[in-house]
């Protein structure tokens, strides 16, 4: 684990919701003292200066602004957890449909707290789907937060999984397909995930982990613009329980 990220923070009642209407933590359902099943912290900068400040500084603030930049603004950031034993994963998606923006120039960093094994659920990617299309996330009117398995079905022999120790990183297109599987280890996988955008970009629809930090520029100057690359794409839903782990469920159902 990264140096200072083991360090407790002192939680109280008001820090138990974000700016979001949802509830901070994201557990896994099933979850009990038995066996723990938090899946996700949301917006933990807002209670942790180690997060805070990892967020504005970390090396992967400088990647990005090399591939997208110079200007960069933050859009959100969330720890995801896959604790042993729990049924958390992600079926196949891209994040732009759930934040579209003005252009694509969109990135999510992903921090590695704990070793990322091929037991334990890493990302798995199909490099190089960043350039092709946006795929719809809504099936037979609700928004499931996934794409059609056919879509990646006949692609299955080029998916990559993205391992590595505590502390490295791995950067995604917020257009690349990509998914995770339940952790079968015992160890745990914990990630913590930011999402950066192109200063001359602005949000399409709500943001759904808003933060203090949201929109802040933490590299390069404002330019006063916005760029504007066409596509067609639906608005996603905003997820009426605790995240888009309950959309893909089939929680927003009914």
């Known amino acids: 684990m990264p140096a200072g990220l083991k360090k407790d923070v002192p939680m109280t009642a008001a820090m138990a919701k974000p700016l979001m209407v949802c509830p901070r933590f994201d557990l896994q359902p099933g979850h009990s003292a038995e066996t723990p099943g938090l899946r996700r912290v949301q917006s933990p900068e807002e209670v942790s200066q ?3 400040q990892t967020r504005r500084n970390a090396k992967t603030v400088e990647y990005c602004a090399e591939l997208i930049g110079p200007g960069i603004r933050l859009h959100h950031g969330k720890v995801n957890s896959k604790l042993p034993g729990t049924a958390t994963q992600m079926k196949w998606h891209q994040d732009f449909p759930f ?7 969109m990135i999510t960093c992903l921090l590695f707290i704990d070793d990322v ?12 789907k960043h350039k092709g299309s946006t795929h719809s996330h809504w099936h037979d009117g609700v928004f499931t937060g996934a794409v059609d398995d056919a879509i990646t079905d006949a692609q299955r022999d080029k998916i990559v999984k993205c391992t590595g120790g505590g502390g ?21 996988r914990r990630l913590y995930i930011t999402a950066c955008y192109a200063e001359d970009a602005i949000e399409l629809s709500p943001n759904h982990l808003p933060c203090t930090l949201t929109h ?22 905003v997820p009426k329980a605790t995240s888009f782990f309950a959309q893909q469920e089939g929680g927003d159902i009914g």
């Open 50 to 52: 180690v997060f805070a």
């Open 99 to 105: 934040e579209p923006m003005t252009n694509d120039d």
């Open 117 to 128: 094994t091929l037991e334990n659920g890493p990302h798995e990617v199909l490099p190089g």
């Open 168 to 188: 490295a990183a791995c950067l995604i297109h917020a257009n690349l397909l990509h998914a995770s599987a339940r952790n079968l280890s015992d160890q745990s």
């Open 216 to 237: 802040v520029l933490v590299r390069g100057e404002a330019s006063g613009r916005v760029r504007c690359t066409p596509y067609k794409m639906e608005l996603p839903a």
